[in-house]
């Protein structure tokens, strides 16, 4: 499953270059790590990111952004408890938490 998932990430950000593969990469660990745990995200997509053969971007390149990406759930109101809890009491817009 992870061969073909990562055969379609190549074909999805094949068009957009490394960079932008690089992007996708960690547009989808930050969303899913909202969803799930940052360790269970990392253990989720590692398999997949494994399985990325792409010209001019390395394994190490993919982990970075995949770990990177994993652990800023801290940046939106939903991502963590504490975070959900003082949002509306405090008076916070959605934007306030990647300040």
């Known amino acids: 499953i ?3 998932v990562a055969e379609l990430l190549v074909l999805l950000g094949g068009r957009l270059g490394s960079i932008g593969l690089l992007f996708l990469v960690y547009t989808a660990t930050a969303l899913l790590s909202n969803v799930v745990s940052n360790q269970a995200t990392v253990i989720i997509l590692y398999p997949i990111v494994k399985s ?3 010209d001019g971007v390395s394994l190490k390149q993919f982990v970075i952004i995949l770990i990177i990406g994993a652990s800023s759930a801290f940046m939106t109101p939903t991502g963590y408890q504490t975070n959900l ?3 509306k009491p405090g008076g916070y817009s959605f934007t306030d938490f990647a300040k």
């Open 85 to 87: 809890m003082v949002w």
């Open 52 to 54: 990325v053969r792409v």
């Open 2 to 4: 992870a061969q073909k």
